[in-house]
């Protein structure tokens, strides 16, 4: 059976259309998956990394409150910053609780 040359030309380019569709086909495909990829990478890993940093800023807080009671002589003002020290570990212990 011997095709004409624009039967082969058709059959050539409804390959190529086939494959170029496929191909498309597999990469959208990949794209949604990706995409689901990146939103539990957003929804998980940005809560972490926030509440870390929220960790670490109650840390710090902590930290120069314990130096500013070290330099106080008044007892009022040691009182009033050890609650705000024990303020700032319930935070710590909050956002632990949030992890």
Same mark, same amino acid.
């Given at each position: 059976? !011997?095709?004409? +040359?624009?039967?082969?030309?058709? !059959?050539?380019?409804?390959?190529?259309?086939?494959?170029?569709?496929?191909?498309?086909?597999?990469? %959208?495909?990949?794209?949604?998956?990706?995409?689901?990829?990146?939103?539990?990478?957003?929804?998980?890993?940005?809560?972490?990394?926030?509440?870390? !940093?929220?960790?670490?800023?109650?840390?710090?807080?902590?930290?120069?409150?314990?130096?500013?009671?070290?330099?106080?002589?008044?007892?009022?003002?040691?009182?009033? !910053?050890?609650?705000? %020290?024990?303020?700032?570990?319930?935070?710590?212990?909050? +956002?632990?609780?949030? +992890?």
């Amino acid at each position: 059976m !011997t095709l004409s +040359v624009a039967a082969r030309l058709k !059959t050539g380019f409804g390959c190529i259309m086939l494959v170029l569709a496929v191909i498309a086909g597999l990469g %959208i495909f990949n794209m949604s998956r990706i995409e689901s990829n990146l939103n539990s990478i957003v929804s998980i890993n940005n809560k972490e990394s926030s509440a870390a !940093t929220e960790m670490l800023k109650s840390k710090f807080r902590q930290a120069y409150l314990i130096r500013d009671m070290a330099l106080m002589s008044d007892q009022a003002e040691m009182k009033a !910053t050890l609650a705000r %020290i024990n303020e700032a570990r319930k935070n710590y212990g909050g +956002v632990r609780i949030f +992890v």
